[in-house]
């Protein structure tokens, strides 16, 4: 019927072998006439195209590849945190991997064990970490690649049969572990694809490389900002934010408290007689002293509280929404916990006393220099 109107036709079909194999074909058929112009039948040519679809659906799936990894960059050079790379990796492997399961694991500051971060498809795992050792690819520095039923050697950290194979994908930088990239083979379903399942895993294989390694990449970049960020506003000696994060913060909750009307509480903390301290126990004593004192302090104040290290022996506290008397009291529970630490040093028990002093902002007034300085001055 398509040929009867144009008298020619070629359209993609599909035809069966004499064995039954169902293949891709290009049927090019044109209509028979007789010698008077009346249509009697028609000719066709059955083209097999298998390996033109195959190299065409290879093609494509290559750019489609290429342009999720270019999205992959993208999305995690725009993280901020290492927690939204586990949320971006989630996502793009579902769309890298549709066929797959499979999960990202991370290791740990012991650098012993590996922790489960996220996972996609139908990956099973009976606990969110293992160890370095249960891994074949993390012992062999190299990506681990099993065919379906070979029987070793398998990965301890599998918790079910890898029916039509796996690949584990160490994620590392620079000869340091990172974490792996685990990958479940699933049962392909693409017609073409169901005659080469070996071809479709070395195509794994390899995406499953370029994404380790895109990953171990943005992974260190972004753990390398977050410590030039962390050293930027924290005290390298205590861990407390530093006296520039401070003033940055004290404005911003200043300017805060003026929209909301409310208050912010300050309290100037001083440890007593350090210079006496120091001259007696030394300066590695002093120092042992000050670290403690800013672990104490980021235990003992609200997640919206900041402890910062003014300077020398000196710690400020900024409390949003706090009245006066509130911080009054908070400083008073600061200076009995302080009293009452247990602060050991080559085995001398040392005593270590704070004292306070209180302000508030705008009853100490709405500028910051006024209110620091009126802590600063009730301390004393």
């Not at 033109?52 to 999205?71: I, K, M, P």
Request: charged fraction near 25%; include cysteine.
């Amino acid at each position: 019927q398509h040929t009867l109107t144009p008298g020619q036709s070629v359209n993609q079909t599909s035809t069966r072998r004499k064995n039954g194999e169902e293949i891709p074909s290009l049927l090019a058929a044109s209509i028979l006439h007789d010698a008077h112009g009346s249509p009697i039948g028609f000719m066709g040519i059955s083209r097999d195209i298998t390996e033109q679809t195959r190299s065409e659906e290879t093609l494509r799936q290559h750019n489609q590849e290429l342009n999720l990894l270019s999205q992959l960059s993208e999305l995690l050079q725009a993280c901020r945190t290492e927690q939204e790379t586990y949320r971006v990796m989630e996502s793009l492997c579902i769309q890298f991997f549709p066929w797959d399961s499979g999960y990202l694991a991370i290791i740990d500051d012991s650098r012993t064990t590996l922790d489960i971060v996220s996972s996609w498809g139908e990956a099973i795992f009976e606990d969110q970490m293992f160890g370095i050792d249960d891994c074949w690819s993390l012992r062999r520095g190299k990506i681990h690649f099993v065919k379906p039923h070979e029987v070793g050697p398998l990965c301890a950290h599998l918790h079910r049969s890898a029916t039509h194979g796996y690949l584990c994908a160490p994620i590392s930088a620079s000869g340091e572990i990172l974490g792996i990239l685990h990958l479940s083979f699933g049962q392909y379903e693409t017609t073409w694809s169901t005659r080469q399942p070996d071809a479709m895993r070395e195509s794994r294989r390899m995406v499953a490389t370029r994404i380790a390694e895109h990953y171990a990449l943005s992974l260190v970049n972004l753990r390398l900002r977050e410590t030039l960020k962390h050293d930027a506003v924290r005290d390298e000696l205590t861990g407390m934010y530093n006296r520039r994060y401070m003033e940055g913060s004290l404005d911003r909750e200043t300017r805060r408290a003026e929209r909301r009307k409310t208050s912010v509480g300050i309290i100037m903390l001083d440890v007593d007689y350090f210079k006496s301290f120091n001259d007696t126990h030394g300066h590695d004593a002093g120092d042992m002293v000050l670290r403690e004192l800013g672990v104490f302090l980021r235990k003992n104040t609200r997640g919206d509280d900041l402890a910062c290290r003014y300077g020398g022996e000196e710690f400020l506290l900024i409390m949003p929404d706090a009245s006066l008397q509130n911080a009054k009291q908070r400083a008073e529970d600061l200076r009995k916990g302080v009293q009452n630490l247990k602060l050991i040093y080559q085995e001398k028990s040392l005593l270590v006393t704070i004292s306070a002093g209180v302000a508030s902002i705008p009853e100490h007034g709405n500028d910051v220099r006024d209110a620091v300085k009126a802590a600063d001055a009730a301390l004393y």
